[in-house]
């Protein structure tokens, strides 16, 4: 098999997260969790434009049909906000599902929408002094009203998910459970059943923790390992492990990841210097790594996305 090519494009990032591919721009948007964020690499040019936020982010996921809209994760709340994509200053920051209430002491983390841009997002739990809170996130669907509907709860840290080609799986990470699940998706109603383990990656042996995934046009899954360094190729039916990208040389904190490009035959790889929490910032061992707090760009897969990034819908009710 072809070696594939691994390219830097963005540098200096603290906590590299939530990678969103923009077919129609062909740009990608991600956040920076350390340091307070969303960004946006332009792919023709090159240039990367960054807006800083108040508080801690999450991901960013375009709206569908408003030039400019996003919605985002920030620590506690999910809002809706406008940006230009080049200023330092955005409009219409709108809150509207914030945990506090039903979910005291969880964060939101990963989130992505279905096929029809219903939004899912997973939480976690953590402290105001940013410790991790494990065995109470949550696994929810959340519509533009604020109304969250919980699909799964008990979860250690919520993480990477995504649909097969035609809607009929889900597919979701609990970071520290080393858990990699399916369910089967009703895409209509927006429900999940049936579910079960795809891939205990602690029973299989594989170091390191499952993180951010995509799904290629294959519903191949391709999962980030956080610590290891590494990227899984799995089978999406029955969790065998197909291949293995080992970056562990040049990077620990692989974080997530997305195919883009102009023919989606590209991996962009967020990263990150540091762990999961402030107080890591420390550990020298990460933070030194080539490709520590990066996006990379993958390319030589011989693999393709399913398409661009599915834009957030405003209008589907739960």
């Known amino acids: 098999m072809t070696e594939v090519a691994v390219e830097v494009v963005v540098k200096g990032l603290g906590l590299g997260e939530g990678p969103h591919w923009d077919g129609n721009k062909q740009e990608l948007y991600f956040v920076d969790v350390f340091d307070p964020s969303i960004q946006r690499y332009v792919l023709a040019t090159g240039e990367v434009f960054k807006l800083p936020l108040p508080s801690s982010p999450s991901f960013i996921i375009p709206v569908d049909k408003s030039e400019n809209k996003f919605v985002i994760g920030y620590h506690r709340h999910l809002a809706l906000l406008e940006w230009d994509g080049v200023s330092t200053t955005y409009k219409n920051l709108k809150p509207f599902a914030d945990l506090s209430t039903k979910y005291p002491g969880a964060r939101y983390n990963d989130a992505k929408c279905d096929a029809l841009g219903r939004l899912w997002v997973g939480t976690f739990g953590m402290t105001d002094e940013f410790s991790v809170v494990t065995g109470i996130g949550a696994l929810l669907s959340v519509d533009a009203a604020g109304v969250v509907q919980e699909h799964m709860d008990k979860i250690e840290l919520s993480n990477g998910l995504g649909w097969s080609k035609d809607s009929t799986k889900m597919y979701f990470i609990d970071t520290y459970g080393f858990l990699v699940y399916v369910f089967d998706y009703d895409i209509k109603k927006g429900q999940t059943s049936n579910k079960r383990v795809l891939l ?49 040389q040049k990077v620990s904190n692989i974080t997530s990841l997305t195919f883009g490009g102009p023919n989606l035959d590209t991996l962009f790889v967020t990263t990150g210097k540091y762990g999961v929490v402030p107080e890591q910032k420390s550990a020298p061992s990460s933070a030194t790594e080539e490709y520590a707090g990066a996006v990379l760009k993958i390319s030589n897969l011989q693999a393709k996305g399913p398409g661009s990034g599915v834009k957030y819908s405003e209008n589907l009710s739960l």
Do not use: H, N, Y
Request: proline letters at 2%; aromatic letters at 6%.
């Open 200 to 248: 205990d990656t602690k029973k299989a042996g594989i170091s390191g923790s499952p993180d951010g995934m995509c799904i290629d046009a294959e519903d191949k899954l391709w999962v980030a390992f956080f610590t290891a360094g590494k990227i899984l190729q799995l089978d999406g039916t029955t969790g065998v492990v197909l291949r293995t990208i080992d970056l562990a």
